[in-house]
């Protein structure tokens, strides 16, 4: 799974929500300009994600973030929790606790609450076990992405919604799969297109479609350098 949280980036930071969304988090820090303090953490933080690398920065720039925008610095600290979890990266005692207040603080939040919702959701899924709390989460944050015309929030919801569905309805699951990797390629999100084209191709029976989509994605994966995703290739 992946995320972008680029919704608050405009006007001079466009250059750099063009650059983070292509997974190319360097050059989009570099674009910044000094002030950004918002833009630099989710940046570094969805960076963090990709690479599982760079935890201390993440930390750090959410730390800088906190006084202006503790909603949003507390969002993306709960990212950085959920990230130490899932992979193991020398989680801490209080991750899971603090990344659930964290999300469930956003749900409040107008920027926030279709992605937070989505986050809780994943915290269910693939933390306490709990596809049917998942699955409510994930209902949900469908339909705030709708809501707010927001396609990369979908294509998050309907790729883990096509996870669960194709073990019951295959043919509905792989159609939910391919929406999240077709709105994922149109917005130009280079990392998620690549694990879209991952978990598709695993939900594939084997052939030339299973093998190009793979092929994509180790190419998107070691030029971006997607540790997890290399790991998963």
């Given at each position: 799974m992946t995320t972008d949280t680029t919704y608050m980036m405009d006007g001079g930071t466009s250059v750099?929500?063009?650059?983070?969304?292509?997974?190319?988090?360097?050059?989009?820090?570099?674009?910044?300009?000094?002030?950004?303090?918002?833009?630099?953490?989710?940046?570094v933080v969805d960076r963090f994600w990709w690479r599982l690398a760079g935890g201390t920065e993440a930390e750090e720039a959410v730390s800088a973030l906190l006084p202006s925008d503790p909603v949003l610095a507390g969002y993306l600290d709960a990212q950085v929790r959920y990230t130490r979890l899932l992979f193991d990266l020398g989680p801490l005692s209080d991750d899971?606790?603090?990344?659930?207040?964290?999300?469930?603080?956003?749900t409040v939040d107008a920027r926030l609450a279709g992605w937070a919702v989505?986050?809780?959701?994943?915290?269910?899924?693939?933390?306490?076990?709990?596809?049917?709390?998942?699955?409510?989460?994930?209902?949900?944050?469908?339909?705030?992405?709708?809501?707010?015309?927001?396609a990369?929030?979908?294509?998050?919801?309907?790729?883990?919604?096509?996870?669960?569905?194709?073990?019951?309805?295959?043919?509905?699951?792989?159609a939910q799969l391919r929406w999240s990797y077709h709105l994922r390629a149109s917005l130009g999100a280079r990392p998620q297109t690549a694990a879209a084209a991952l978990t598709l191709a695993g939900r594939l029976e084997p052939g030339a479609e299973a093998d190009q989509l793979r092929e994509a994605a180790g190419l998107t994966a070691r030029e971006l350098d997607l540790t997890w995703l290399l790991r998963a290739l």
């Open positions: 750099a929500r063009m650059l983070h969304r292509m997974g190319r988090w360097d050059d989009a820090l570099a674009a910044l300009p000094a002030d950004a303090v918002a833009q630099r953490a989710e940046i899971l606790r603090r990344a659930r207040e964290g999300f469930t603080a956003a989505f986050w809780l959701g994943v915290l269910a899924d693939n933390i306490d076990k709990d596809p049917d709390t998942a699955g409510s989460a994930y209902q949900r944050a469908l339909g705030q992405a709708r809501e707010r015309g927001d990369l929030l979908e294509s998050y919801v309907v790729r883990h919604l096509g996870a669960h569905l194709v073990e019951q309805d295959r043919e509905q699951g792989l």
